[in-house]
């Protein structure tokens, strides 16, 4: 899971068993899933909210995005976001608070600081369910064993982790498979394409 979207690669016997090549492929396979720890846009996930004891519809315009959900559940890896906020302003939790609330409608002095965390769960529980619906097509066409983990990678890997749970698949971190120190893994996993071409070109 990276800043826009996450894909959902499917490896058995060392070799990949993708089905998409372009991305209108992949999306009708579920192996790209348009959802992203930072820029992913609100009202692409969910029409509605609950708020208040009722739902409330979401307002079509981009005034926030899911760096401010993150940013709320305390979810959001230091330097992960290096985007311009929706409406150019801070990116604090106050902030984020703000620009969640406008997209129902409302101020954040119209409610509690509780009622927006559960504004922001409510985004990132669509968030989840939308990469494990990706997760459970890709696994219907793939066939892999149930010890087959879920290899982690990108910005979300938290998201990530989450979705193995729910897969009840062991999980297992790409930083860990490189042997390098903790902290260049931790980098490494962020661009794990490009760390895995430098991996496999150290080999020949």
């Known amino acids: 899971m990276g800043s826009t979207t996450t894909d959902i690669v499917p490896v058995a016997g060392s070799m990949l068993r993708s089905r998409g090549y372009t991305d209108a492929e992949r999306l009708a396979a579920g192996e790209l899933v348009y959802t992203g720890l930072v820029r992913g846009f609100l009202m692409a996930a969910v029409d509605r909210a609950p708020l208040g004891g009722q739902w409330t519809t979401l307002i079509n315009e981009n005034f926030a995005n899911m760096a401010d959900v993150h940013r709320l559940l305390d979810s959001l890896p230091d330097d992960a976001d290096k985007m311009t906020t929706a409406d150019g302003r801070d ?3 106050a902030a984020s608070r703000a620009r969640l609330a406008r997209m129902v409608g409302r101020n954040a002095d119209e409610g509690e600081d509780a009622e927006w965390l559960d504004v922001a ?3 990132a529980e669509a968030q989840i369910r939308a990469v494990t619906d990706g997760a459970m097509l890709v696994l219907s066409h793939a066939m892999l064993p149930p010890s087959a983990p879920v290899v982690g ?8 982790t989450e979705v193995a749970r729910r897969l009840s698949r062991p999980y297992v971190g790409f930083d860990t498979l490189l042997g390098v120190s903790p902290r260049v893994g ?3 996993a962020q661009c794990a394409p490009a760390a895995a071409l430098a991996a496999l070109a150290s080999r020949e």
């Open 91 to 93: 990116k604090t939790v």
């Open 121 to 123: 769960r409510w985004f």
């Open 153 to 160: 990678a990108g910005i979300g890997i938290g998201v990530i």
């Open 186 to 188: 931790r980098l490494a």
